[in-house]
């Protein structure tokens, strides 16, 4: 499903078996920004104001949901990705401000990003998601931000976050991680030189950590984060990386967390966002413990 201009909501639907599950329709940058050429002719085109919300998407040969193309205001939200072999979700390129994507379950990415930012997009807020999958491949992103994530590993590759970005304004906090246990480097961080808000033109400078208190001490990134293992959960499982072909359904799992894990009132509150959360603090990842579950698919 494409949809492409403005105001579109797209719910509660159910998509299995395609090449990507729901788009913005891209072709290049979008419709009426600068870079077209023609900025006042076809403004009305510019796609802003579209709202991806309650899907549930499997089986998808690329992306579950792509926001490539999109201009500004796009949200992305409480949506379920399973077996997503080209990557979960995707922002690029986008041409402005603003995407968020919070509160989704992605699971199942084998050898695609779970979170793609390709061709240099802008204005990515990553709230309070849920992420079992990879980290790698993306390219630079400009005032990109990632709070409450439940982030772990499915072994494909080594990274638990890989973050390449133009300005030293791009930040990470609160989120849970779950790194791969014999990674070289768990954590990568590309930006400028730190003293430089921001730069389009020079080489970014590189930064690879084995632990979370190395990159944490070193980048300033991630001061609240935490480690924690597949068991922060009540049932889900490392996917079989000797078996990529497999098909993984949403119903042997349960994504709610266990009662004492590492994930439970460690996050930070975000006005819109967690405004309802149970305990002293919100909790990590898309499910808040004590709170009904989101309902994916036709009702």
Same mark, same amino acid.
């Given at each position: ?11 509660? &639907?159910?998509?299995? %078996?395609?090449?990507? $599950?729901?788009?913005?329709? +891209?072709?290049? #940058? /979008?419709? =009426? ?70 509160? &989704?379950?992605?699971? %199942?990415?084998?050898? $695609?990003?779970?979170?793609? +930012?390709?061709? #240099? /997009?802008? =204005? ?176």
């Amino acid at each position: 499903m494409k949809v492409y201009g403005q105001g579109h909501v797209v719910a509660y &639907n159910y998509a299995a %078996n395609w090449h990507d $599950g729901i788009d913005v329709a +891209t072709y290049g #940058n /979008p419709d =009426g920004t600068a870079s077209d050429g023609r900025p006042n002719e076809i403004a009305d085109r510019i796609p802003v104001a579209i709202d991806i919300y309650n899907n549930d998407i499997t089986n998808t040969a690329d992306n579950c949901i792509e926001s490539d193309g999109s201009a500004r205001n796009i949200r992305v939200f409480r949506n379920r990705c399973f077996n997503s072999t080209g990557g979960g979700l995707s922002s690029q390129p986008i041409s402005a401000v603003q995407i968020i994507f919070f509160q &989704n379950v992605v699971y %199942n990415t084998t050898t $695609g990003e779970r979170l793609s +930012t390709f061709d #240099n /997009p802008s =204005g990515i807020l990553v709230y309070q998601n849920t992420f079992i999958g990879s980290a790698h491949g993306t390219t630079p992103a400009s005032n990109l931000h990632y709070r409450n994530n439940l982030i772990l590993t499915d072994g494909w590759f080594d990274p638990v976050l890989t973050v390449n970005t133009f300005s030293n304004y791009s930040s990470s906090d609160y989120n849970g991680f779950r790194p791969e246990p014999k990674a070289g480097v768990s954590f990568e961080w590309a930006s400028p030189k730190f003293e430089t808000p921001m730069d389009y033109v020079n080489k970014l400078v590189s930064r690879g950590y084995k632990s979370l208190e190395e990159y944490s001490r070193a980048t300033g990134q991630d001061k609240h984060s935490v480690l924690l293992d597949y068991d922060a959960f009540v049932n889900v499982k490392l996917p079989d990386k000797l078996n990529p072909q497999r098909l993984y359904s949403p119903e042997e799992f349960d994504f709610s967390l266990r009662p004492g894990s590492a994930a439970i009132d460690a996050g930070i509150i975000l006005p819109t966002i967690n405004d309802d959360y149970t305990g002293k603090m919100p909790d990590l990842g898309a499910y808040e413990s004590g709170r009904p579950l989101p309902h994916y698919g036709p009702r």
